[in-house]
RNA sequence: GUGGGUAUAGCUCAGUUGGUUAGAGCGCCAGAUUGUGGCUCUGGAGGCCGUCGGUUCAACUCCGACUAUCCACCCCA
């Protein structure tokens, strides 16, 4: 049996794998001009972090992690998101004594066991960000901008963003009270699932695409309308904060964010042009999270953005990558001594930073260019028996096919003529 | 975890109502007179037709199971 990759995963090929690099390069050039400075934390973590940084309640810990033990019966589980894990070092080694904000960007492998589809892998790809220490919705604004300016820049289109304040723990405690008791005669009427999140997450009954629950909650009270007056201004500023910049956004009571630790400002970056899993960048504010996992009491707020969903993105958009980098030169030699002095000359012009590659496969001169062909070199150096007893080289330029001498030791020419 | 679609060369796919040596395009390799790529032409390599079992004189073709993959639900990046 051959073997396969696992469920979910993919290689990511050398033939594309200058997409990669390009939307990394992009990333990091939009982060440093931000002010983001990179951090790496493990691809495994105590599964307790996780437990206790997501939250037991989610469908990711309960269901979707990666969890085993190690040899020394610890149970691991590799990362399923990439905000705890951040969180987790900001505490550990004590950034928080350096001035605040702390502003962090990552680019991560996550992993859920879940069942693979258009836009969703068990590895997948996040690029994220977290500002710590600061409160001021200013901060969700940047935030905001660093997520639709990434995808703005790379010539995405047709997005959306959408915003909304699920309040903070005061303001949200009323408010599910409330919402339950509207909700309460209207129970029968709710699909299975809704008539579950009745009583573990109310607030989700708010995001069901089913009609009949749809139907029902037509008047029923959002968290917005039911802020406190904390909790409403930082939404206010947050939306001054995007009319400065500039930024087109939708207010959608509906957002409702997957992890339990999301308070204040939740908000998704939606495409329609990804799969049924519409949603590329999504994330909100965490102003308890750093403090239930030990550390001190910390605002923040952050993102998570799917590399594969951008990616999509962008291909079902038709949206064009720049040229991947191409080899500059390529030697052809005829016969043995010729091979010889091809390996020199090969590595002589690659110390002078010269791209360029040579036969290794012993073809015919006639198959060497057509393999220098394919490569996209624009010139092809031929050395044979005549050139080396007159001690010259060939170049061949491939655009035109125009061939100059040049002297075999005069080295500055040669990259003259190959760099024309 | 649930539901549906698909499974034939490296890739994208044909394959007639079950019937003899399973095809195409692209890619790969080699040639088209003597040391030169692209275009064209010719030839070649490469498939236990996903796996196992069943029906049949006969299965790539029909049936079942399994596996893989894709899509959707739940949920999310």
Not at 55 to 72: A, H, L, N, R, S
Not at 297 to 318: D, K, M, V
Not at 323 to 352: C, H, S, T, W, Y
């Amino acid at each position: 049996m051959k073997i396969k990759r696992p469920k979910g995963t993919r290689d990511i090929l050398p033939s594309e794998v200058y997409k990669w690099q390009y939307i990394e390069d992009v990333i990091r050039k939009l982060c440093t001009i931000n002010g983001y400075k990179e951090i790496r934390t493990p691809v495994f973590e105590h599964t307790e972090l996780f437990e206790r940084g997501v939250g037991e309640t989610t469908d990711i810990v309960q269901k979707e992690m990666y969890t085993f033990f190690d040899k020394g019966g610890r149970s691991i589980t590799l990362k399923p998101e990439g905000t705890a894990p951040v969180v987790r070092s900001f505490i550990e080694n004590n950034i928080f004594n350096d001035p605040q904000p702390t502003k962090i960007y990552y680019i991560t492998p996550c992993y859920r066991y879940e069942r693979p589809q258009a836009g969703r892998l068990r590895e997948f790809h996040q690029f994220g960000i977290e500002v710590f220490g600061s409160k001021d919705s200013y901060v969700d604004a940047e935030v905001i901008n660093v997520g639709m300016t990434l995808l703005q820049s790379l010539g995405i289109k047709n997005l959306e963003l959408r915003i909304n304040s699920v309040g903070c723990p005061i303001c949200r405690k009323e408010y599910n009270l409330k919402l339950k008791a509207y909700l309460e005669h209207k129970l029968q009427g709710l699909c299975k699932f809704c008539q579950d999140r009745y009583n573990t997450n109310p607030l989700r009954i708010l995001d069901c695409k089913e009609e009949k629950c749809k139907r029902k909650l037509e008047d029923a009270p959002f968290m917005l309308d039911n802020l406190c007056d904390d909790c409403k201004n930082h939404f206010e500023r947050l939306k001054k904060g995007l009319d400065i910049i500039g930024l087109d956004y939708i207010v959608d009571p509906k957002i409702v964010r997957g992890l339990d630790y999301y308070t204040k400002t939740a908000f998704e970056i939606i495409s329609n042009d990804i799969g049924a899993q519409g949603t590329v960048c999504g994330g909100g504010r965490y102003d308890g999270l750093i403090e239930q996992c030990g550390g001190p009491s910390t605002p923040g707020i952050g993102f998570g953005l799917g590399l594969e969903r951008l990616l999509l993105i962008l291909e079902n958009q038709g949206i064009p990558f720049p040229e991947e980098e191409k080899p500059e030169l390529f030697i052809a030699a005829i016969g043995e001594k010729a091979d010889d002095k091809a390996m020199e000359l090969l590595f002589e012009l690659r110390r002078l930073s010269i791209k360029a590659d040579k036969d290794y496969m012993d073809r015919s001169l006639k198959a060497q260019m057509k393999y220098a062909d394919k490569l996209k070199v624009k010139s092809v150096i031929i050395i044979g028996d005549e050139e080396i007893e007159k001690n010259i080289i060939k170049i061949k330029n491939m655009e035109n096919g125009e061939v100059k001498d040049a002297l075999l030791n005069d080295i500055d020419d040669i990259v003259n003529k190959v760099r024309r």
